[in-house]
T-cell receptor, first 116, second 111 residues
Framework: EPEVTQTPSHQVTQMGQEVILRCVPI?????FYWYRQILGQKVEFLVSFYNNEISEKSEIFDDQFSVERPDGSNFTLKIRSTKLEDSAMYFC??????????????FGEGSRLTVL | GENVEQHPSTLSVQEGDSAVIKCTYSDSASNYFPWYKQELGKRPQLIIDIRSNVGEKKDQRIAVTLNKTAKHFSLHITETQPEDSAVYFCAASRGGNQFYFGTGTSLTVIP
């Protein structure tokens, strides 16, 4: 069964450093997402991406964040200058719309980011 | 934006009993309500979903009900088994890109 894959599974970084989290969505999916989950809290939407551009983003997704689909298979989340509060599990997800816009989200296993 | 509240945050039931998890939402335009199960250390996975033109949906031991007027929806698990132990998240969406998740319910099924 096809899966969304994410790397790295865990990254530790110093505050102020840049981090890139990588995802390979399921190949025939059209929409890609990043969510984050701070330990013990809810899963929060960051951004969605369709047709090589951002389609929606939340207030969390400020200028420190960017996304890219550099080569047609990878989907990356970059955090330019990490802050302590960026420590969280970051989930990539993908979906393919069907039936008037309803699509199951398929999540990756997550990348745990720890900012020291 | 949408606000999804989920209760309870933790739930313990004896094996074989039923478990009910409730969510409320604020945006009357939301029309798609999935439930995700996240086992420890694993990714969230869809277990059941319901659209706003339906009041109830069942899949074996799992059912979801939706009350559009009251803006709440519930997950019902009957004949619970130890493998049902996990964190369950409800979510609401307008059928577009953005899914709003509840805070999660940690379900423990005691053998």
């Amino acid at each position: 069964e096809p899966e969304v894959t994410q790397t790295p599974s865990h990254q530790v970084t110093q505050m102020g450093q840049e981090v890139i989290l990588r995802c390979v969505p399921i190949s025939n999916h059209l929409y890609f997402y990043w969510y984050r989950q701070i330990l013990g809290q809810k899963v929060e939407f960051l951004v969605s991406f369709y047709n090589n551009e951002i389609s929606e983003k939340s207030e969390i997704f400020d200028d420190q964040f960017s996304v890219e689909r550099p080569d047609g298979s990878n989907f990356t989340l970059k955090i330019r200058s990490t802050k302590l509060e960026d420590s969280a599990m970051y989930f990539c997800a993908s979906s393919v719309f069907r039936d008037r816009g309803f699509g199951e989200l398929f999540f990756g296993e997550g990348s745990r980011l720890t900012v020291l | 934006g949408e606000n999804v509240e989920q209760h309870p945050s933790t739930l313990s039931v004896q094996e074989g009993d039923s478990a009910v998890i409730k969510c409320t939402y604020s945006d009357s335009a939301s029309n798609y309500f999935p439930w995700y199960k996240q086992e420890l250390g694993k990714r969230p996975q869809l277990i059941i979903d319901i659209r706003s033109n339906v009041g109830e949906k069942k899949d074996q031991r799992i059912a979801v009900t939706l009350n559009k007027t009251a803006k709440h929806f519930s997950l019902h698990i009957t004949e619970t088994q130890p493998e049902d132990s996990a964190v369950y998240f409800c979510a609401a969406s307008r059928g577009g890109n953005q899914f709003y998740f509840g805070t999660g319910t940690s379900l423990t099924v005691i053998p």
